[in-house]
C-alpha cells in the first residue's frame, strides 16, 4: 500500500465542489428556520465543521496528500419542507486534485446537522425512521494548466 506519486506532476490550480443533502422531519427544518435548536444554528456551524474538514482531510483519509489549500468555501442551506443541502468548493495549487477535501467538508458539514438536530428526529424508540444523509458527489472539478 502507498500513496499515488505525485513527484513528477507540476502544482496546477485544481478546484473541486461537492454537494449533499440530509433529510430531515419537517419540524426540525422549522426550527432551524425559526432559531430553536438548542444546540446554536447547525447552518452556520456546519460552514466551520465544512472548512475545519477539507483542512484536516489527509489526516481522516489514510492514503490522501497532504495539500496546501487557498480557498475553502462551505455553503449550508435549506432546499425543501425536509431537507438541508451542504456544498464546499476548494482551490488549490497542487500536484494532485482537491475532490477529497471537497467531499469531506460536505460529508462533515452533513454530519454536523445530524449532531445538532438529532434530538428532534428520534422516535419514541430512539431510532432515526427518517433522518438520511443522501448523494454526496463531485459536482464539479476544475484543473488549469
Known amino acids: 500500500m502507498a ?3 505525485v513527484s513528477d506532476k507540476a502544482e496546477i490550480f485544481r478546484e473541486a465542489t461537492a454537494t449533499g443533502t440530509i433529510k430531515l ?4 427544518v422549522n426550527l432551524i428556520k425559526t432559531g430553536k435548536i438548542a444546540k446554536g444554528d ?11 474538514a477539507a483542512k484536516n482531510t489527509c489526516s481522516l483519509v489514510p492514503l490522501c496528500h497532504p495539500l496546501p ?9 435549506i432546499t425543501d419542507k ?9 482551490k488549490a495549487k497542487a500536484q494532485t486534485g482537491v475532490e477529497m477535501e471537497a467531499l469531506t467538508a460536505v460529508s462533515v458539514g452533513l454530519l454536523t446537522v ?3 438536530v438529532k434530538q428532534y428526529e ?3 424508540d430512539g431510532q432515526y425512521p427518517t433522518t438520511a ?4 458527489h463531485v459536482t464539479r472539478k476544475l484543473k488549469q494548466v
Not at 25 to 28: C, I, S, V, W
Not at 43 to 49: D, E, G, N, P, V
Not at 82 to 90: C, I, P, Y
Not at 133 to 136: A, G, L, P, R, S
Open 3 to 5: 500513496m499515488v506519486d
Open 25 to 28: 422531519k419537517p419540524n426540525t
Open 42 to 52: 447547525p447552518l452556520y456551524t456546519a460552514k466551520i465543521a465544512g472548512v475545519l
Open 69 to 77: 489549500l487557498t480557498n475553502v468555501k462551505v455553503e449550508a442551506k
Open 82 to 90: 425536509n431537507t438541508v443541502e451542504v456544498s464546499a468548493t476548494v
Open 114 to 116: 445530524w449532531d445538532m
Open 122 to 124: 428520534k422516535d419514541a
Open 133 to 136: 444523509i443522501e448523494n454526496i
